[in-house]
């Protein structure tokens, strides 16, 4: 069995920034294999996709709502993936979890739900 564990939230003041980390645990697992998302969900809200990047080439997509301010990356040699939040807005907190899943994206989205996820870590924005 292995597990995603997320790190880098926090608190921060809008205009900030931000970076989350996805790893796997244990190490030997490696994530350049999977396509890897980034989800979030503030309270009362449904979970929401905001980014993910392909395990066949590394192509990234992203949702509106963070186009231009997140980017998404891989760093195969640390065996991690990175969510780099620029520009922060208050509507940007939330809890944020990276999921993972062997089968390729469609159009930037996952044809399945993922088979992996974190456990999720906040991310606050607020002065």
């Known amino acids: 069995q292995w597990k995603l564990v997320e790190s880098g939230g926090g608190l921060v003041q809008p205009g900030g920034s931000l970076r989350l980390s996805c790893t796997a645990a244990?190490?030997?697992?490696?994530?350049?294999?999977?396509?890897i998302g980034w989800f979030r969900q503030a309270p009362g809200r449904e979970r929401e996709g905001v980014s993910c990047?392909?395990?066949?080439?590394?192509?990234?997509y992203y949702s509106d709502s963070v186009k231009d301010r997140f980017t998404v990356s891989r760093d195969n040699a640390k065996n991690t993936v990175y969510l780099q939040m620029n520009s922060l807005e208050p509507e940007d907190t939330a809890v944020y979890y990276c999921?993972?899943?062997?089968?390729?994206?469609?159009?930037?989205?996952?044809?399945?739900?993922?088979?992996?996820w974190g456990q999720g870590i906040q991310v606050t924005v607020s002065s």
């Open positions: 244990p190490s030997r697992f490696r994530l350049d294999y999977y396509s």
């Open positions: 999921a993972a899943d062997v089968s390729p994206l469609l159009s930037g989205r996952f044809t399945r739900v993922p088979r992996s």
């Open positions: 990047i392909s395990s066949q080439d590394n192509r990234t």
